[in-house]
C-alpha cells in the first residue's frame, strides 16, 4: 500500500486520499516560504513542467515547524508561491513533519527513509551542521525531518524510493525522478 494507505488534508479543509496518485511518481516535499532554501520552488517546478507528462508531479506540504518560517495561512502561501515561482503542483494544507502532532503520513515517510546526509558540497551544508549538532550531537541517528524542503521520491506504486535532504542537487532529484518514469 506505501502511501496509497494514507490521506492528506487539502488546501480547503478536505480529506485527500494519496490514491489519488496511484501510478504516479511523486516527490512529496515540506516547505517554507521564509526560508533560504525557499527559491527551491523554482527547481520543485521545473521538474513539474519537464516530467509532468510522463507521470510525475510534486506534493507541497508547508510546515512552519523549522525557525517558523511558514507563518502564513495556506491561501497566502499558495498566492506566494504562484506568483513568485509559478508553481502549479498540488499544495495541501500545513503539517508538521515531527514530533507529537506530526502527520502519520510523515511518521511512515521518515520509517522508511531515515536521514540521508547533506551534501558536503553545498553552501548551506556547514550551518545547517552547526546549529543541529548543537541541538543533538547524535541528529545523523535520528530520521527526523531536519529542515525545510526535505523530499522523499515515490515509485508508481507508493513505495519510498529515495530521501533527499534540502542540500541534495535537483540534478541528482532528477536523475532518480527519470529511473522511474
Not at 65 to 70: D, H, I, L, R, S
Not at 157 to 177: K, M, Q
Request: charged share 25%; aromatic share 12%; with cysteine.
Amino acid at each position: 500500500m506505501g502511501i496509497y494507505a494514507y490521506s492528506v488534508v487539502g488546501m480547503e479543509g478536505e480529506s485527500v486520499p494519496l490514491s489519488t496518485y496511484r501510478n504516479m511518481v511523486v516527490l512529496i516535499v515540506n516547505t517554507a516560504t521564509r526560508c533560504a532554501f525557499t527559491p527551491q520552488y523554482e527547481g520543485l517546478e521545473a521538474l513539474y513542467e519537464r516530467y509532468g507528462r510522463k507521470g510525475f508531479t510534486v506534493l507541497d506540504f508547508p510546515c512552519n515547524q523549522f525557525k517558523e518560517q511558514a507563518p502564513q495561512e495556506i491561501a497566502e502561501i499558495d498566492a506566494f508561491c504562484k506568483l513568485n515561482y509559478g508553481t502549479k503542483f498540488p499544495r495541501f494544507s500545513k503539517i508538521e513533519v515531527n514530533g507529537e502532532a506530526e502527520a502519520p503520513l510523515y511518521t511512515f515517510l521518515k520509517s522508511e527513509k531515515g536521514f540521508a546526509g547533506f551534501d558536503p558540497a553545498h553552501e548551506k551544508t556547514p550551518n545547517l551542521i552547526k546549529r543541529l549538532q548543537a541541538a543533538d550531537p547524535a541528529y545523523e541517528l535520528d530520521p527526523a525531518i531536519k529542515w525545510n524542503f526535505t523530499k522523499f521520491l515515490i515509485d508508481r506504486r507508493g513505495n519510498v524510493v529515495a530521501r533527499f535532504e534540502p542540500t541534495a542537487s535537483l540534478e541528482a532529484i532528477a536523475s532518480a525522478i527519470e529511473e522511474l518514469l
